[in-house]
């Protein structure tokens, strides 16, 4: 091979590994939203999941991005192992439609599907027969790509030095090792194949040397879950172990049974004689479903296995500083980050609504520890709030369906609220602190009236958190009688706490105070309606104008009623 030849062989190499990347692309694109149906409800079987990892990875034709999205699910908590292992299985399987693709000799056709597809992705107005395009399109650029790249190959047959270099390959763990090691690189089984058949195809490449190379390129495949898995959760490290493990244990098995019985590399190669890309194909299908079949029985003891490598070491507290549904692999799939970042914000919420709820206790127990301990969780709230803020944004710019971008619309104003509800939660507890530091007091009446309204407020962010958790429609009317319950206990609070400073029956000093948290408590009660809200989509913001509308109404109110008060004093 000349320099040219070289030069030949790197762009055929280019063409097909972009193909298959836009081609993975297209598809995802094409069947995103079918992909999070499946993967969410038919892996709750082991079975069941097997058979989803298998049709995931022939739908998007990448084990790689069918494995990274499990070990984000994983993390995220969508699944545990025991699906997960399933789901793996399954896709080792899948990915071996790419070889039997490629198998075909339709290399003359390839400039036409190339033709084709470029038509329709440039021409094409409907956003589907455009992702169809771009399937078609990654189609034909795999293919014409295969056909310059075995072109290229033909001249090195003859070559005494490349066969001299590949007579080293003979050795089997060498051709594992080698097939793993240039898996890694190009981080795809699928192309790693398509590249051997290639070789094959053009008499450089024995199919005895291929077999081991195969096997060790489902080794290989395993780095991009596990390059995936360095900057998550040791839940997500788990899964990526357990691919590692099934993966390794398969050629472990697989090779000796064909270095003890190699009957059986003749029996593969004997299905397609005088094809051998289509041998390769064969020996990709044959070697992955029977690993499936012989290690599926002993699925548990491999969980148990990695379990016991990698132990969680106490994760998966509510209040952890972390995103627990989004990471970054998460948000390499669009359709499932949107119902991830919607679980993120209900933890948002239940967190902030966990320590509003200590916020109220610390107050009228006069627990300062309980109140120290909801400033620190409050950082905590702010961290989730800039982090689920960040990934909303990147989310938006991913050409999302309307109804997708509107839940991600109404999720940051959600985020802002509960955010907002978080603060109040600050400032009560910093009221705990100062009553306590400074031993101001409110009159027994006063508090036994701030204890009413305290828990119909956290009764009112409860059920708003619970509308929006659950997008239940039938329960807005039951959350807008609390909030006006809310409002109209502040009314009554205030003109009775008046009173008590004109009767002199209350410390002026404790009278702010009380004002203080009368207010914040009203305050959150119209931060939790507007979460409720948010599930009407557009309609939310109308009703949103008029709960801002009142809000003004009430600031006015306590305005001339401070004034009152300062003339009182």
């Known amino acids: 091979m000349d320099i040219f030849g070289l030069f030949a062989f790197l762009g055929g190499l280019g063409m097909f590994l972009y193909g298959m990347y836009i081609m993975s692309e297209g598809l995802e694109l094409a069947a995103g939203d079918r992909l999070r149906s499946l993967l969410e409800k038919m892996t709750k079987n082991r079975f069941l999941g097997v058979l989803v990892g298998a049709g995931v990875t022939a739908i998007i034709q990448s084990s790689s991005a069918t494995t990274v999205m499990v070990v984000g699910f994983v993390n995220a908590k969508l699944m545990d192992l025991s699906q997960a292992i399933g789901v793996i299985m399954g896709a080792n399987i899948g990915t071996t439609i790419t070889a039997q693709i490629l198998a075909f000799n339709i290399s003359s056709y390839a400039p036409l599907i190339l033709f084709i597809g470029a038509a329709m992705f440039m021409f094409m107005k409907k956003k589907l027969m455009k992702n169809i395009g771009v399937i078609i399109l990654g189609a034909g650029g795999l293919f014409v790509g295969m056909s310059i790249m075995s072109d290229s190959l033909a001249p090195l047959k003859n070559n005494e030095a490349f066969v001299s270099i590949l007579s080293a390959f003979e050795n089997p763990v060498l051709s594992v090792l080698s097939g ?14 398509g590249i051997v058949q290639a070789f094959a195809s053009q008499g450089v490449l024995s199919f005895d040397v291929a077999v081991f190379i195969v096997m060790g390129m489902n080794i290989g495949t395993c780095i991009t879950a596990v390059l995936a898995s360095l900057s998550a959760g040791r839940a997500s490290k788990r899964a990526a172990l357990m691919h590692v ?3 390794v244990i398969g050629t472990i098995l697989f090779g000796t049974a064909l270095l003890i019985f190699p009957s059986i590399i003749r029996g593969i190669e004997s299905l397609s004689p005088g094809e051998p890309s289509r041998q390769i194909a064969n020996l990709h299908l044959i070697f992955n479903i029977c690993t499936t079949v012989v290690l599926f029985p002993f699925a548990s003891l491999i969980v148990k296995l990695v379990k016991l490598i990698i132990p969680l070491k106490g994760e998966g507290k509510l209040a952890e500083k972390r995103l627990v549904y989004l990471d970054k692999n998460i948000v390499l799939t669009p359709s499932i980050a949107v119902t991830q970042a919607h679980r993120e914000v209900c933890r948002m919420g239940h967190i902030t609504c966990e320590n509003y709820e200590k916020a109220i206790n610390a107050f009228f127990t006069m627990n300062d520890d309980l109140a ?6 409050e950082d ?3 961290y989730l709030n800039h982090q689920i803020a960040g990934c909303i944004v990147h989310l938006r710019a991913l050409g999302l369906n309307d109804a997708d971008l ?8 959600v985020i802002n609220d509960i955010e907002r509800i978080g603060d109040h939660a ?9 009553a306590s530091s400074e031993k101001m007091r409110i009159s027994e009446v006063g508090l036994a009236e701030l204890k009413i309204m305290a828990n ?8 708003g958190l619970s509308i929006y958790e659950n997008e239940n429609f039938s329960r807005l009317p039951i959350a807008s009688e609390i909030e006006e319950e809310v409002d109209v206990l502040q009314e009554t609070l205030i003109n009775n706490h008046i009173n008590r400073l004109m009767e002199e029956r209350c410390d002026p000093r404790g009278g ?9 408590l009203e305050r959150c009660a119209d931060h939790a309606i507007n979460i409720a809200y948010s599930i009407k989509g557009e309609q939310s913001s109308i009703d949103n104008q008029f709960l801002t509308k009142q809000r003004k109404r009430n600031e006015q109110k306590e305005k001339e009623k401070r004034m009152y008060i300062v003339k009182s004093e």
Do not use: C, P, W
């Open 180 to 193: 793993a090691f240039f898996t890694a690189i190009i981080q795809s089984s699928s192309a790693a194949v």
């Open 245 to 247: 493990l099934f993966n």
């Open 372 to 377: 120290k301990e909801i400033l620190e969780v």
């Open 380 to 382: 905590t709230i702010n």
């Open 406 to 413: 509107q839940k991600l619309g109404m999720m940051f104003h």
């Open 426 to 434: 600050e400032n009560i507890a910093e009221y705990e602190l100062i």
């Open 456 to 463: 119909r407020s956290l009764d009112m962010f409860k059920e």
């Open 512 to 520: 702010v105070m009380f004002i203080d948290m009368v207010t914040d």
